[in-house]
């Protein structure tokens, strides 16, 4: 992400390697609209998650799961289905690893988060759906407050929506767009900061996909690269008549001359007041898809990384090293390392999500088989032809 020339950056910012505290979704065991949701979700499930797997932030960790008749929930209105939804799939097992790097930048302004086993991150002991992880990547500008926010409160406001888990999409905008109000509320921070925000939640075999910016999550299907997000920048046709209908205008690529995005949270200065449509939205465009066997894994990563590659290359490069180790951690840290060889400009995170315990099966090329036409039934080729000329 990149403010336009003769920004303010505010205060130096270092990276936290601790875990995604308990205590950064204060209160929600003792909010009663959040018992409810957990009371409703009880209601819909039978049978104990399991309890031995700890969720520790960077790191590599595993959820085991129940069976598909439990767990094959509908969860709203599909907005974006892959091609392979009919096919018939145990369901995941999880496990994530992350790499975040200042790279060339002054200041770290990146933020994310990996929860592999909500259930356990929640404490919800007893029939609670499984799997439910969320995995969320903030790539701030303009200061650190921002991304901190919401890194810290999106979850929460999920959980807690009303319509969550019946309705699941309409859970996360909702939080997307009160997370964005909170911050605004909050005299104690600079809401002239603002950030990026691309979430994942898997909830049995669906993924979901929220985004607002120009980070990405791009799917790996057997070496296949399936975009999950769309970068909202400034110039996109859509985001471009979106923003000139509400009075907003683009500058050499930047929203109003200032950002080069146009969806973000925070950046108050910017937004009218709330309530009101601005040219600058923090609501989130949604995907979702079924995931099957052929889906190996997920790359999530800020601006830094897709502004230096590819989608198709990024998981090119991640399946090949999925194939060697298996391990998601190293192959993020990859991801970061090649990206800083490429000469990125920005702050880098990234997060790679796998669905299996095993590594990516070796793809097969089959090869092409030779046929030849022996001597005697070449002349017989060729005498047919010369009795027809």
Wanted: aromatic letters at 6%.
């Amino acid at each position: 992400m990149h403010m336009a020339a003769g920004a303010d950056f505010s205060h130096p910012y270092t990276i936290l390697e601790g875990s995604y505290s308990k205590e950064n979704v204060s209160g929600m065991q003792n909010d009663t609209e959040n018992s409810e949701n957990l009371d409703s979700l009880k209601q819909m499930t039978s049978g104990k998650p399991p309890r031995h797997l700890s969720v520790i932030r960077h790191s590599v960790s595993t959820t085991r799961l129940l069976s598909a008749a439990d767990l094959d929930l509908d969860v709203g209105t599909v907005i974006c289905r892959s091609s392979s939804d009919e096919k018939s799939w145990v369901l995941p097992v999880l496990r994530s690893g992350s790499c975040a790097e200042r790279g060339p930048k002054q200041y770290m302004e990146d933020e994310h988060i990996c929860i592999d086993n909500l259930i356990e991150h929640l404490d919800a002991t007893e029939n609670f759906p499984s799997p439910v992880a969320f995995y969320g990547v903030f790539d701030g500008h303009g200061g650190t407050d921002a991304a901190s926010f919401v890194r810290n409160n999106i979850l929460r406001f999920i959980v807690q929506d009303s319509q969550f888990p019946i309705c699941v999409e309409a859970a996360i905008r909702s939080a997307f767009v009160k997370a964005d109000y909170a911050f605004a509320d909050d005299s104690s921070l600079d809401i002239s900061s603002g950030t990026t925000a691309i979430t994942a939640l898997v909830f049995g075999r669906t993924l979901i996909i929220a985004n607002a910016g120009d980070c990405r999550a791009v799917l790996g299907r057997r070496g296949r690269a399936i975009e999950m997000s769309k970068d909202h920048k400034p110039n996109c046709t859509s985001e471009r008549l979106r923003i000139e209908k509400l009075g907003g205008v683009i500058y050499d690529g930047y929203l109003n001359g200032q950002l080069s995005v146009a969806r973000a949270l925070g950046d108050w200065h910017m937004k009218g007041p709330k309530g009101t449509d601005s040219p600058l939205s923090a609501e989130p465009e949604l995907h979702e898809a079924h995931l099957s066997e052929d889906d190996e894994f997920l790359i999530m990563g800020c601006d830094g990384l897709w502004d230096v590659m590819s989608s198709q290359c990024a998981v090119t490069m991640a399946r090949k090293e999925l194939t060697i180790h298996n391990d998601p951690e190293r192959c993020s840290r990859e991801l970061v390392r090649e990206a800083l060889k490429r000469n990125t400009c920005d702050n880098l995170t990234v997060i790679v999500i796998c669905f299996s315990p095993d590594p990516p099966p070796r793809i097969e090329i089959p090869q092409r088989v030779r046929r030849s036409i022996s001597a005697e039934a070449l002349n017989l080729v060729k005498g047919a032809l010369d009795s027809y000329s």
